[in-house]
T-cell receptor, first 114, second 115 residues
């Protein structure tokens, strides 16, 4: 069975500073990895995905994520945080074969201070 | 935004009553999912569908049933609601093409309170 760990319930960062939201995963076979963001009272919005190829994936709103197979990690990053980035972030994984349902981490709340 | 509508958006009901939540999509996507979101658990899969009348259980399916009689509609039913089913419920859809690496797109959720 697959699993996702987001070890930090909350990450605090000052506006303009770089941010990292951590994610590690466990899956049989090759992983498909996803990051989603959730704003209050809204559904999850897709940010980026890793399927294969380049380990550095670029996504929406200036976010990027680095896939590290040896460390089974897929950390979300942004060079310069904005106050508007404050939200709940979810990492998700599924294997590259079999059923398509995702397994989500428990989420990390990002708070960007002005 | 993907054309996904969940109804109702909010519902309060009593223990033991039946509840049906509806997810309607206008994208003609093959795959549809129901998740519940609870603090500390992220999103957990309840049921999903890979086509009309084709459904499968997720990790927290006990107490829930689903039906999909049309491509665009996926219904989630709580036959006899319990307080432990108080949660926010999300529907998601995804395309069927390629190798299945398309992201899921989510509705805005239904907040269900069972008293």
């Amino acid at each position: 069975a697959q699993s996702v760990a987001q070890p930090e319930d909350q990450v605090n960062v000052a506006e303009g500073n770089p941010l990292t939201v951590k994610c590690t995963y466990s899956v049989s076979g090759n992983p498909y990895l996803f990051w989603y963001v959730q704003y209050p009272n809204r559904g999850l919005q897709f940010l980026l995905k890793y399927i294969t190829g380049d380990n550095l994936v670029k996504g929406s709103y200036g976010f990027e994520a680095e896939f590290n197979k040896s460390q089974t990690s897929f950390h979300l990053k942004k060079p310069s945080a904005l106050v508007s980035d404050s939200a709940l972030y979810f990492c998700a994984v599924r294997p590259d074969t079999g059923r398509r349902a995702l397994t989500f981490g428990s989420g990390t709340r990002l708070q960007v201070q002005p | 935004d993907a054309g996904i509508t969940q109804s109702p958006r909010h519902k309060v009901t009593e223990t033991g009553t039946p509840v049906t939540l509806r997810c309607h999509q206008t994208e003609n996507h093959r795959y549809m999912y129901w998740y519940r979101q609870d603090p500390g658990h992220g999103l957990r899969l309840i049921h999903y569908s890979y086509g009309v009348k084709d459904t499968d259980k997720g990790e927290v399916s006990d107490g829930y049933s689903v039906s999909r009689s049309k491509t665009e509609d996926f219904l989630l039913t709580l036959e006899s609601a319990t307080s432990s089913q108080t949660s926010v419920y999300f529907c998601a859809i995804s395309e069927s093409g390629g190798s299945g690496n398309q992201p899921q797109h989510f509705g805005d959720g239904t907040r269900l309170s069972i008293l």
